[in-house]
């Protein structure tokens, strides 16, 4: 790892430059955990690893004009490793870009019984160029536009036994490579939709 915010509060990382090579392994640009109130403005991250990760007890965190790529996206956990880890509330990223990313947007959590959660996740006016898939959960997302480099440019998959719900998606529109039309996978998984979505609509 690059930068690791932990047990902090009311942290500012503005105009700064992480670079890695893509094919490193554990090279996370930026880590954020037990901490309240942290924004990240105004920055390029590349790695061969998640370019954010953030883990259990997030709180407030603001993420805005990044460029990201290439690596892994922005990833929330893995959550619920162990029973009494915390989770992660208010998340928000706006007007950002991604370039060659593997997942781009990402929830990850162990199948185990926890205390954690995730909840009010927002991602607005993001730009995908060639990112293969959108891994979510429990999150809301607006204005997401772009390509993808694989054809299922939207995966929302859930546990049969705790599905996802509350799942917004507003005007989405992602292509295959060459305006090749894509595909999207739900499995386990309630939510709602407004204006445009490309690919089509999965959710029940």
């Known amino acids: ?53 953030i883990g259990p007890a997030t709180r407030n965190l603001w993420m805005d004009k990044i460029q990201w790529g290439p690596g892994h996206g922005v990833s929330i956990g893995s959550l619920a490793r162990d029973y009494n880890k915390d989770g992660v509330q208010n998340v928000t990223l706006i007007n950002s870009v991604f370039t060659g990313y593997d997942n781009g947007l990402r929830i990850k959590s162990w199948t185990r019984t926890s205390i954690g959660f995730v909840t009010n996740i927002n991602y607005q006016n993001i730009m995908m160029k060639n990112t293969s898939g959108i891994k979510i959960n429990q999150v809301t997302y607006q204005n997401i536009f772009g390509t993808s480099t694989t054809q299922v440019a939207m995966n929302f998959e859930c546990s049969s036994s705790n599905p996802c719900s509350g799942i917004k998606l507003q005007d989405i529109k992602l292509t295959y490579l060459n305006n090749k039309k894509a595909q999207s996978i739900c499995k386990n998984i309630r939510g709602n939709t407004g204006g445009v979505i490309l690919p089509d609509n999965c959710l029940l």
């Open 1 to 53: 790892m690059h930068l690791v915010i932990n047990s902090c509060k009311n942290v500012m990382v503005k105009n700064v430059k992480i670079i890695a090579p893509d094919f490193s392994p554990n090279t996370d640009g930026i880590h954020v955990q037990t901490s309240i109130g942290v924004t990240i403005s105004g920055t390029s991250i590349q790695t061969g690893d998640d370019c954010v990760s």
